[in-house]
């Protein structure tokens, strides 16, 4: 298969499984509570049902509403082309930036997300948006942390290295390795905003953090905003599974049963690690607003430990 068609699977990977995934995590999540829980296509549906509505937007908003959702779209899409999502060799576009390239990315789809909050002039999307900038404050420190960790191992931050470098037998069970990866699941925690940081389930207006920010959209922009968070879920699954866990799994070649076992090996990858969140926000309670810089200050010693484990090695 063409290299171009092979970076074009892997993006039609992350973004049609992206909302299935949403959907079979809602559903474990839902018989851990002994509830019966939505369909496991529900996402699907919804997306459907926003797409034939009627976006609605204040008069005195700017062009940054109308924007923003295609930015926060599309911000995973462009990760996405940068880490190893099916192949093990790097595609025609891996090169355009490292580690440290995607997460300004993802920080700048979620910055014009948080834009489009304010220019709601909604007071619960500012309530949102401060607390968002609250646990960032605390989550970009942690993921710079986990990034230089990783680089100090592989001597580089383009993903397909990193990943190539955690694989071999000196690195993949040493205990920088795991350290790493428990820091980079805690990030995965704060930055989707996920129990104990926050619920995702919640509807409850003064209690909302991640949520907030889309409290005011409708129609295709909720679905843009919702699609893309998925996306984002999903990413930065992969790029915990796929780039600072192992590459077991992913395609040697280009050939297309070669990137179909790729993408049912990615998804197993996914669905474990999901399995584990979830467990973990069915056994915790989401913490009280002040005590999140605790948490998020102690996933950042982790992953110092991971920078020192791995320079001392």
């Known amino acids: 298969m063409h290299l171009a068609w092979a970076q074009a699977l892997a993006i039609s990977f992350v973004v049609g499984f992206a909302p299935l995934y949403r ?5 474990l999540r839902a018989r851990l509570f002994w509830r019966v829980g939505p369909p496991i296509l529900q996402p699907y549906r919804d997306l459907r049902k926003w797409f034939a509505k009627e976006t609605v937007r204040s008069q005195r908003t700017t062009w940054i509403s109308a924007w923003a959702p295609v930015v926060y779209f599309c911000g995973p ?14 595609l025609p576009l891996a090169f355009m930036a490292d580690m440290l390239g995607g997460g300004f990315i993802l920080t700048a789809s979620g910055f014009f997300l948080l834009l489009a909050a ?3 002039a909604s007071p619960y999307g500012v309530l949102g948006v401060s607390r968002i900038r609250l646990v960032g404050v605390f989550a970009e420190p942690l993921i710079t942390l986990v990034i230089f960790a990783a ?10 290295v990193v990943n190539a470098t955690f694989a071999s037998p000196a690195w993949v069970a040493s205990p920088a390795h795991v350290i790493v ?13 996920r129990i104990p940081v926050d619920n995702p389930s919640s509807t409850a207006e003064l209690s909302l953090i991640d949520p907030a920010r889309t409290f005011e959209a409708s129609g295709p922009d909720l679905a843009l905003y919702e699609w893309g968070g998925w996306m984002k879920f999903m990413v930065i699954g992969l790029i915990g599974v796929n780039v600072l866990g192992t590459p077991w799994g992913l395609a040697r070649s280009l050939a297309f049963p070669s990137l179909v076992a790729a993408m049912a090996a990615s998804a197993a990858k996914l669905i474990v690690v999901g399995a584990v969140l979830v467990a973990m926000e069915a056994s915790f309670a989401k913490l009280r ?8 200050t102690m996933s950042s010693l982790v992953a110092l430990v991971g920078v020192v484990v791995a320079a001392l090695r």
Do not use: K, N
């Not at 899409?77 to 790097?90: D, E, G, H, Q």
């Open 23 to 27: 959907g079979l995590l809602e559903r």
């Open 77 to 90: 899409i462009l990760v996405a082309m940068l880490i190893p999502v099916l192949t093990r060799s790097p």
């Open 118 to 120: 304010l220019d709601s």
């Open 151 to 160: 680089a100090s191992v592989a001597g580089s931050t383009i993903p397909f």
């Open 181 to 193: 990866l428990v820091a980079w699941f805690l990030f995965w925690i704060a930055e989707t905003g």
């Open 289 to 296: 607003l002040l005590r999140i810089p605790e948490f998020l």
